[in-house]
Structures are given as C-alpha cells and as structure tokens.
C-alpha cells in the first residue's frame, strides 16, 4: 500500500505561480506524476515522470515543471504563467508494484 498527501494548491491571479507537492509513503521506483480533473471533464494526465522519461500535456508544456526527489519520496509540480483553464482538482499518481495509487487531490483556481 501507497499513501500519497499533496499540498500546496489554492487560489491564484492568471498569470500567477503554484508548487504543489506530493509525499509518499514509501520509495516509488518508477513511475510518479499529476493527473487533474476539471468540472464536467475527465481526468487527464498534467506530467508523468518515470526514471529517465518526462512526459507532459502539450497544454502545459514550457509553463510547468514536474521534479522528483526520490531520497524523500515527493514529487512537485512547479506551475508557472497559470492561466483559467489550469483550474482544476490536481491528482498525484503513483505506480508501485501492480498498480497505481492516487491522492485525494488539492484545488487549483485561476482566477482574477
């Protein structure tokens, strides 16, 4: 079993920045991420990192930065030139043994 516990979401101006963080409960050897979720839309994946290999959404790409550090189990998600339609419940995603484990994830507004 994997517990996953993000922070760092809440309001902000378009154009403004937010870091969230996620920690596990234990070492993630491959795969951890962000997933987010909008009213009315489905989950869909933000950035993914598995060992050597980033994977973004073309909606975020060059705006945010997924980072890992796997000493502490936490991978972060630095979200910069936010915009309205980032806004959204952000998911951390984690893979570990067979299957994969989810947050209860924090919400993330931009708005003026």
């Known amino acids: 079993q994997v517990q996953l516990v993000e922070s760092g979401g809440g309001l902000v101006q378009p154009g403004g920045s937010l870091r969230l963080s996620c920690a596990a409960s234990?070492?993630?050897?491959?795969?951890m991420g962000w997933y987010r979720q909008a009213p009315g839309k489905q989950r869909e994946l933000v950035a993914v990192?598995?060992?050597?290999?980033?994977t973004y959404a073309e909606s975020v790409k060059g705006r945010f930065t997924i980072s890992r550090d796997n000493a502490k189990n936490t991978v972060h998600l630095q979200m910069n030139s936010l915009k309205p339609e980032d806004t959204a419940v952000y998911y951390c995603?984690?893979?570990?043994?067979?299957?994969?484990?989810w947050g209860q994830g924090t919400q993330v507004t931009v708005s003026s």
């Open positions: 990192n598995s060992g050597t290999t980033t």
């Open positions: 234990r070492t993630i050897i491959y795969t």
């Open positions: 995603y984690a893979f570990f043994s067979v299957r994969g484990y």
